[in-house]
């Protein structure tokens, strides 16, 4: 009986001492593959990087904190990559807070457009995501595709606050927003496309085609700057022009009597012909009162509409007044004659 306990109590022991090592092994291997799949900020920051280079939109969304994205729609990043493809994504300086909750990174992106952004990104442990770090806030994903595809939408909308608000600042004041609305609701504005955008620096270019409920097409060549703040604005070359708003800006300079704007309204060949003076003594003589225009015949490059002038003196005048669009998209009159 003895020999037969000590037997089992010998054959635990090889049994045990067996398997030990296996144990062993298995443990370490729990460990590698936990350690290896841990969620740390550097982690998260390559995979947003490698999802954003390679257009993998929903998996570089998904580094986004729950939060983060609840302010940002994943439909509406969706759109902000779709206007100008990242190409390079790189960061460094990774800091972590004494808490260990929270880290800052610098971010460098670089799209196909040639624009870079450079962002301080903000991550934390996600609560809503496994404790996973993610990143809470930072990004700009400013590009100048973006703000004038942003900008067209606005306009078509007629959302004059938020076109306005692509202005840079200096841009606001030279073109407020009562002008802008003034300018776009005289001739609405049915398409608005802009071509490739060229980048130097925090530089760009580009141009915009408006096409307007008349028909006329409207080609304007802006410029664009990224500020401190990697945001990209228009910095200038909105005009809005068409043949309707010639004629509405010259009726409104001659009711208020700025001569010299009304007379800006005119092509070159016209202004060759007829001086500045003697076209603001003509008309200086008796205030205009009434100032109307169309309708309009337009076709391509040029236009005719009536125009009905009348003044303190009781005096009327009418005639057909021709315009063509002079330069790249300016609508200037070119014959003038009242009867």
């Known amino acids: 009986m003895f020999d037969s306990i000590r037997q089992r109590k010998r054959e ?23 350690s290896a799949t841990r969620s740390t900020p550097d982690r998260t920051l390559a995979g947003f990087c490698k999802a ?45 807070s004494n808490s260990g909750d929270t880290a800052r990174a610098r971010l460098r992106l670089v799209y196909a457009s040639g624009a870079t952004e450079k962002d301080i990104v903000t991550l934390s442990r996600d609560s809503s995501s496994k404790n996973e770090w993610k990143i809470g806030s930072g990004m700009s994903l400013s590009t100048p595709a973006g703000l004038l595809d942003a900008f067209c939408t606005a306009v078509q909308a007629g959302n004059y606050n938020a076109a306005h608000a692509a202005f840079v600042g200096r841009y606001q004041h030279e073109y407020p927003i009562q002008q802008l609305k003034n300018d776009v609701s005289i001739d609405k504005v049915v398409s608005c496309t802009h071509g ?78 007829v001086p500045e003076p003697q076209f603001a003594t003509i008309f200086s003589q008796n205030k205009i009162t009434l100032c109307k225009y169309g309708p309009f015949s337009i076709a391509q490059t040029r236009a005719e509409a009536i125009l009905k002038l009348s003044n303190s003196a009781s005096l009327a005048y009418s005639g057909i007044v021709r315009l063509i669009q002079q330069g790249a998209s300016d609508w200037k009159i070119d014959n003038f004659r009242l009867m």
């Open 12 to 34: 635990f022991w090889i049994a045990l001492i067996l398997f030990m090592p296996l144990f062993s092994i298995t443990i370490g291997i729990y460990a590698g593959v936990s």
């Open 52 to 96: 954003m280079q390679s257009g993998n939109t929903p998996r570089a969304y998904s580094q986004y904190s729950s939060r983060y994205q609840r302010t940002y729609s994943k439909q509406q990043f969706e759109s902000d990559m779709s206007a100008d493809a990242v190409i390079s994504c790189s960061y460094n300086s990774i800091s972590v």
């Open 196 to 273: 490739p955008v060229s980048v130097s620096g925090i530089d760009g270019l580009a141009m915009l085609t408006f096409v307007h409920a008349s028909g006329v097409l409207d080609n304007d060549i802006v410029t664009l700057s990224q500020n401190h703040n990697n945001t990209w604005k228009i910095e200038n070359g909105i005009n809005f022009a068409t043949p309707i708003r010639t004629l509405a800006l010259f009726c409104d300079a001659m009711h208020g009597g700025d001569y010299q704007a009304a007379y800006d309204q005119f092509t070159n060949a016209f202004q060759d012909m």
